[in-house]
T-cell receptor, first 114, second 113 residues
Framework: EPEVTQTPSHQVTQMGQEVILRCVPI?????FYWYRQILGQKVEFLVS????????KSEIFDDQFSVERPDGSNFTLKIRSTKLEDSAMYFC????????????FGQGTRLTVV | DQQVKQNSPSLSVQEGRISILNCDYT??????FLWYKKYPAEGPTFLIS?????DKNEDGRFTVFLNKSAKHLSLHIVPSQPGDSAVYFC????????????FGTGTRLKVLA
């Protein structure tokens, strides 16, 4: 069964460093999302991406965040200058079309900023 | 502000009995409600959904009920099995913007053998 895959599974980085979280969505999907879950808190929307551009972003998704779909298969989330409070699980998700109800999530990348 | 709330952080149920997980929402700009199941160190896995124009959807042991007037939905699992032990997230799909999903805080279900 097709699935969303994310790499790495765990990333440790020093505060102020840049990180890139990678995702390979399901191949025929058109809508892509990044969510995050800080430990013990709810899953929060960061950004949605459609037709090679950001469709919507939350107030969390400030200038230090960016997303790209560089080659038609990968979908990346870049955090330019990490802060301690960026430590969280980051989930990538994809959905085929608007007509499809559910989004499929990857297994997540645990980002630890030290 | 679009809010989805799960007021019970945890629930314990005996194997074979019914598990009922609840969710409330405060905004009507949702077209679908979904339940996701999450194991530790894994991503949310889609379980079942319901359209905002329906009041019940059933899939095997899982049934979701929607009460629009009360802005409340519930997930029933019957019979509950130990493998159902996980965190269950209620999510609502927003009709504004790009149909993003708004998640509740989750309920940890423990099914006791």
């Amino acid at each position: 069964e097709p699935e969303v895959t994310q790499t790495p599974s765990h990333q440790v980085t020093q505060m102020g460093q840049e990180v890139i979280l990678r995702c390979v969505p399901i191949s025929n999907h058109l809508y892509f999302y990044w969510y995050r879950q800080i430990l013990g808190q709810k899953v929060e929307f960061l950004v949605s991406f459609y037709n090679n551009e950001i469709s919507e972003k939350s107030e969390i998704f400030d200038d230090q965040f960016s997303v790209e779909r560089p080659d038609g298969s990968n979908f990346t989330l870049k955090i330019r200058s990490t802060k301690l409070e960026d430590s969280a699980m980051y989930f990538c998700a994809s959905r085929r079309t608007v007509g499809n109800t559910e989004a499929f999530f990857g297994q997540g990348t645990r980002l630890t900023v030290v | 502000d679009q809010q989805v709330k799960q007021n019970s952080p945890s629930l314990s149920v005996q194997e074979g009995r019914i598990s009922i997980l609840n969710c409330d929402y405060t905004n009507s700009m949702f077209d679908y409600f979904l339940w996701y199941k999450k194991y530790p160190a894994e991503g949310p896995t889609f379980l079942i959904s319901i359209s905002s124009i329906k009041d019940k959807n059933e899939d095997g042991r899982f049934t979701v009920f929607l009460n629009k007037s009360a802005k409340h939905l519930s997930l029933h699992i019957v019979p509950s099995q130990p493998g159902d032990s996980a965190v269950y997230f209620c999510a609502a799909r927003s009709t504004s913007g790009t149909y993003k999903y708004i998640f509740g805080t989750g309920t940890r279900l423990k099914v006791l053998a």
